[in-house]
């Protein structure tokens, strides 16, 4: 199966800042790729697929980039909501896997 | 609005059987595949299997391949997933997601608010 690697583990931004999440897949999945963030006690919500298309009533500030086995997101302008863990997954190759995951927390 | 409401938390001993239910609302049930997804405590997320409501067919992750069930009930628009013969490494959040797409895409649009699944002597 597909091993996904995001990094770093652990992001400390300020709010306002740029934050930027990496997202590695151990073969290409081409575009196929989602990202979803999750707050502590709540199930998680999803935010990109297809790499860069924001889900649903997803803000502006998140955007998605990258194909085969580099993918990027970058929240433009950290909220206070945005605080909260992030995951990649992929859905190219059975099964569907996910990352680690990315906290993002604040500096 | 689409819905999925998860039943409650359970503790169950070591080789037991859980069957955690996901009560769907907002759509129509048959027309969206239903995936399972757990989470241990403080750890990511595991992808375990999903089943079609129209057909009932399933499609497990080889590593629950044995254990897992996935059925429902498509009078009450309810999915279901049962594990056997539970270890304490089953300790878990078990959550229902709904797929995005009337074409299956294996990401998940929504979820339920998850039950967690003690497992314990």
């Known amino acids: 199966e597909i091993v996904m690697t995001q990094s770093p583990a652990t992001l400390s931004v300020s709010p306002g800042e740029r934050a930027t999440l990496s997202c590695r897949a151990s073969q290409s999945v081409s575009s196929n790729l989602a990202w979803y963030q999750q707050k502590p006690g709540q199930a998680p919500r999803l935010l990109i697929y297809g790499a860069s298309t924001r889900a649903t009533g997803i803000p502006a500030r998140f955007s998605g980039s990258g194909s085969g086995t580099e993918f990027t997101l970058t929240i433009s302008s950290l909220q206070s909501e945005d605080f909260a863990v992030y995951y990649c997954q992929q859905y190219n190759n059975w099964p569907p896997t996910f990352g680690g995951g990315t906290k993002v927390e604040i500096k | 609005q689409v819905q999925l409401v998860q039943s409650g938390a359970e503790v169950k001993k070591p080789g037991a059987s859980v069957k955690v239910s996901c009560k769907a609302s907002?759509?129509?049930?048959?027309?969206?595949?239903m995936h399972w997804v757990r989470q241990a405590p403080g750890q990511g997320l595991e992808w375990m299997g999903r089943i079609n409501p129209n057909s009932g067919g399933t499609n497990y992750a080889q590593k629950f391949q044995g254990r897992v069930t996935m059925t429902r009930d498509t009078s009450i628009s309810t999915a279901y997933m049962e594990l056997s013969r539970l270890r304490s490494d089953d300790t878990a959040v078990y959550y229902c997601?709904?797929?995005?797409?009337?074409?299956?895409?294996?990401?998940?649009?929504?979820w339920g608010q998850g039950t967690l699944v003690t497992v314990s002597s």
């Open positions: 907002g759509y129509t049930f048959t027309g969206y595949y």
């Open positions: 997601a709904r797929d995005r797409g009337v074409v299956v895409t294996a990401t998940f649009g929504y």
